[in-house]
C-alpha cells in the first residue's frame, strides 16, 4: 500500500518562500506521476502542480506558474514543493497524489494515493 506524507508547511508571511515535502512509501517511486493540490476554507480541492513520471514534464496551475516549482528525488522518494512570493490567497491545507502514470493529470481522480495534507497559512 502506498503512503504519502507531506511536511513542511505552517504559519508563514507574505513573500516567503517555504518548501513542503512528501515522503512516498510502499510502492514503485520511480513509475508515479506526482502531484500537489491544496484546498482553502470553503473551495474545492484544486491542482496546484504536477511532475511525470520523467521529470522533464512538468505542469502548473496559473495561480503559481512562476512562483511555486515542483520537483522530486527518486532516490529520497520524495516530491517537493518549493513555493516563492508566497500570498495570502494561498492559505490552505496542500496535499501530495501520486498515481502510476507517465504524465501528471489536473483532476482529483487522475490520482490513486493520497496523503493527509499539510497546512500552510500565510498571515502578516
Known amino acids: 500500500q502506498v503512503q504519502l506524507v507531506e511536511s513542511g508547511g505552517g504559519l508563514v508571511q507574505p513573500g516567503d518562500s517555504p518548501i513542503l515535502s512528501c515522503q512516498a512509501s510502499g510502492g514503485t517511486f520511480s513509475t508515479f506521476s506526482l502531484a500537489w493540490f491544496r484546498q482553502a476554507p470553503g473551495k474545492e480541492r484544486e491542482f496546484v502542480a504536477g511532475i511525470g513520471r520523467y521529470s522533464g514534464y512538468v505542469d502548473y496551475a496559473e495561480s503559481v506558474n512562476g512562483r511555486f516549482t515542483i520537483y522530486k528525488s527518486v532516490h529520497k522518494e520524495t516530491v517537493y514543493l518549493q513555493m516563492n512570493r508566497l500570498k495570502f490567497e494561498d492559505t490552505a491545507v496542500y496535499y501530495c497524489?501520486?498515481?502510476?502514470?507517465?504524465?501528471?493529470?489536473?483532476?482529483?481522480?487522475?490520482?490513486?494515493?493520497w496523503g493527509q495534507g499539510t497546512q500552510v497559512t500565510v498571515s502578516s
Open positions: 497524489a501520486a498515481a502510476p502514470r507517465v504524465v501528471p493529470g489536473t483532476s482529483l481522480h487522475d490520482y490513486d494515493y
